[in-house]
């Protein structure tokens, strides 16, 4: 990012007083290659299936490959000419797919990078997707937690987090989450008044050995109860789902368990597994056919486990329109 990370975003002003049109799901996950668009782009066609309007955004700046699992090839429109553009809007870069429903957003066309990327541009994409109309967005972010791809798994209604049961990929993921509550409690520090209490705590974070956001609650509770008392309501909002991908045995499948308690007992974060998928080299294979696996081969398992996964997030945005 060329300007400040510290720096809060515009968009945060319209925090509060607007809400996204849709329901807006973000997908990230510490580390690269664990399926991040291939669990999103297989979201993107159940949903769309289902007859919800579907729009699925590949911000995954400088190694955009989303269409690839639409089997189509570099749109020619996209969000750089929206960049480019301020009087441009985000449906003009809102491109159809062949599949009924979904469309796709995508920063593949001219090979944009990150660092192009202003905190302006950042802003003003955000508020336009808060204000797309559509019932499902999915974010399909990029690897890592750069301030940025934190800021847009924030701005979502749900954020899934795609690990792969290896031990790199789940260390990862702790520290995904864990950027993303950090950078969390920075965009509230300000209104809930911790910002100078949360400051001087962590300046000292080796010496009071605060090394999760559990241990940080302790403290201030310890410390200042009714600070403590706003930031535990602050971390009983924050949701994780975790989607396992690419299991290979039982016993991979059985990490789910204990990544959820681990994030409980050290992060006092709760997650939720929303559900598991297999490895099955189906996936690659019919990329290679150009064809997504759901289209390819609808008959595999990991097409049960991903309708099973779908279904899940139609039952949220049910649930949130209710509440
Ligand atoms: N369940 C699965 N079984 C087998 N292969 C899979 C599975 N899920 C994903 N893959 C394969 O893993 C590779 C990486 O998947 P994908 O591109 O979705 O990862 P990613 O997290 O989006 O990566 P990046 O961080 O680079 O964007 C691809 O080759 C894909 O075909
Ligand atoms: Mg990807």
């Not at 920063?107 to 541009?121: E, F, G, H, L, Y």
């Not at 962590?202 to 009714?226: A, F, W």
């Not at 990490?255 to 929303?274: Q, R």
Request: charged share 25%.
């Amino acid at each position: 990012m060329k300007q400040s990370d510290t720096k809060q975003p515009e968009y945060l002003h319209i925090r509060g007083e607007k809400k996204p049109r849709a329901h807006i799901i973000a997908v990230g996950g510490g580390k690269g290659g664990v399926g991040k668009s291939f669990v999103s782009s297989s979201m993107a066609i159940f949903l769309s299936q289902m007859g919800y309007k579907t729009v699925l955004a590949d911000l995954d700046f400088g190694a955009a490959n989303i269409h690839t699992y639409l089997s189509m090839g570099v749109p020619s429109v996209g969000l750089h000419q929206f960049f480019q553009k301020p009087l441009m809007k985000l449906a003009e870069v809102q491109i159809p797919t062949g599949f009924k429903n979904l469309s796709l957003i995508t920063c593949a066309n001219d090979s944009m990078d990150v660092d192009q990327v202003t905190d302006k541009d950042r802003s003003r994409l955000m508020s336009s997707l808060y204000q797309l109309e559509a019932d499902f967005i999915i974010l399909d972010l990029s690897a890592g937690a750069t301030a940025s791809t934190l800021d847009f798994f924030l701005m979502a209604t749900q954020q899934i987090v795609v690990l792969t049961p290896e031990p790199v990929s789940v260390e990862n993921a702790y520290r995904f989450i864990k950027s993303a509550f950090f950078r969390k409690i920075k965009r509230y520090e300000h209104q809930l008044n911790l910002e100078k209490v949360l400051n001087e705590i962590m300046e000292k974070k080796d010496e009071l050995n605060i090394r999760s956001p559990g241990d940080l609650l302790h403290y201030l509770s310890k410390h200042e109860p009714e600070r403590g008392a706003q930031l535990s309501e602050l971390m009983n909002q924050f949701q994780i789902n975790l989607v396992l991908n690419q299991g290979r045995s039982q016993k991979d499948l059985e990490l789910a368990p204990s990544i959820k308690s681990v994030c409980k007992k050290y992060f006092g974060i709760s997650c939720e597994l929303l559900g598991q998928i297999e490895h099955d080299n189906a996936v690659w294979q019919s990329l290679r056919r150009r064809k997504h696996l759901l289209v390819d081969c609808p008959q595999s398992r990991l097409y049960t486990q991903l309708m099973y996964i779908s279904r899940s997030l139609m039952k949220v945005k049910n649930k949130k329109a209710v509440v």
